[in-house]
């Protein structure tokens, strides 16, 4: 959390095609729980942007000989030449305090469109790397982030002998290989099993224990 007297910052990144899933009335709920607490929130929704998660050679300054994207990053860093939208989504992730990744898993994992997002927002030189060393020495060392998620699955399903296994594998890859990665420390995840299974009372129930959990944080 910021250690100034302005209001702390969350950064909500959403990704859900559909403005009425239970994943975007999750997201709602997170957001107006962390108001509640006294965060200023940012919400990023990605399919109402029409964030395109492709990183590709086009959106650097013309290169000769072969493209080497993490090479262009840091080149477009240090040249001010970064792709706008790039620019703007990577000023709005370093002013935040807390970074709340919000999405349906999809292949055990980020929706695609979620993933491109952090293929071209963790720019290589803003937020690791050049002035900036991993992990602990990295850009957003010093903040927190967290998974907002739902599933198909059933928890007992993720649990470790169940048919899918230990949600804790399956997430090892977001929390380290990218959230660590880049500097925060990781909270625990918020996590609705099987959103579309629940009557409408326990959904109802489940958006009370997101908001709980959020508030508790
Ligand atoms: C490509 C793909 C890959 C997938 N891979 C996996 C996987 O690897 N593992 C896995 O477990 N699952 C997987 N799934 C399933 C997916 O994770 C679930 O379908 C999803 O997480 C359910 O959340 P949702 O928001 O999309 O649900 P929705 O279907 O949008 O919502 C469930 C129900 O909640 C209702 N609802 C909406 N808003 C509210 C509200 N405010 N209050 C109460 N009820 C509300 C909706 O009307 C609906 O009836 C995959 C799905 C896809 C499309």
Do not use: C
């Amino acid at each position: 959390m910021s250690t100034s007297n302005a209001a702390p910052t969350a950064l909500i990144v959403h990704a859900h095609p559909e403005p009425h899933s239970f994943s975007t009335a999750q997201m709602t709920t997170a957001a107006q729980a962390l108001r509640d607490t006294g965060y200023r929130v940012d919400v990023l929704d990605l399919y109402s942007e029409t964030w395109n998660p492709a990183l590709a050679r086009e959106e650097f300054a013309p290169i000769d000989g072969p493209f080497k994207p993490q090479a262009e990053q840091m080149r477009a860093v240090e040249d001010g030449t970064l792709d706008a939208a790039v620019r703007a989504h990577l000023d709005r992730l370093l002013a935040a305090d807390l970074l709340v990744l919000s999405f349906p898993m999809w292949w055990f994992s980020l929706p695609a469109i979620l993933k491109g997002w952090v293929d071209r927002v963790f720019v290589m030189g803003g937020t690791f790397g050049g002035d900036y060393g991993l992990f602990g020495d990295a850009a957003l060392a010093g903040k927190r982030a967290m998974l907002l998620f739902t599933t198909g699955g059933s928890s007992q399903s993720f649990s470790p002998g169940g048919a899918f296994g230990s949600m804790d594998d399956f997430l090892f890859h977001i929390h380290r290989g990218m959230l660590e990665f880049v500097g925060y420390r990781v909270l625990e995840p918020v996590i609705t099993y099987g959103p579309a299974h629940m009557t409408d009372q326990d959904r109802a129930a489940a958006l009370e224990t997101v908001r709980a959990s959020i508030r508790s944080m």
